[in-house]
């Protein structure tokens, strides 16, 4: 298992981008959260296999339909505890 931190820059706030990254994240079987941060930005913590990450990057990269993404940083992190997260 592997987990990533990624902080997504650009218009991803009021444009669907969390809920559509969880069904995203869903479908490649992560666990996590995503959520809004103050400055605009959009905050993922996700965890699982690594060929499921590392599609779910690319997809952070295209985000939802109305989203306009400037920028996706991806940090790895410490794996999370599975009990800290059963679903995204």
């Known amino acids: ?10 218009k991803v706030q009021g444009v669907f981008y969390r809920s559509t990254a969880a069904q995203m994240a869903k ?4 666990v996590g959260y995503a959520k809004n941060l103050k400055d605009g930005d959009v905050e993922i913590v996700a965890q ?5 990450l590392d599609e779910f ?6 985000g939802s339909k109305s989203a306009k993404v400037m ?3 991806v940090k790895k992190i410490s794996s999370i505890s599975n009990s800290d997260f059963k679903i995204f």
Do not use: F, R
């Not at 990057?57 to 295209?62: I, L, N, P, S």
């Open 1 to 10: 298992m592997m987990a990533l931190h990624i902080i997504v820059k650009g």
């Open 27 to 30: 479908n490649y079987s992560l």
């Open 48 to 52: 699982g296999n690594e060929a499921n």
């Open 57 to 62: 990057v690319k997809w952070c990269w295209q």
């Open 71 to 73: 920028d996706v940083i």
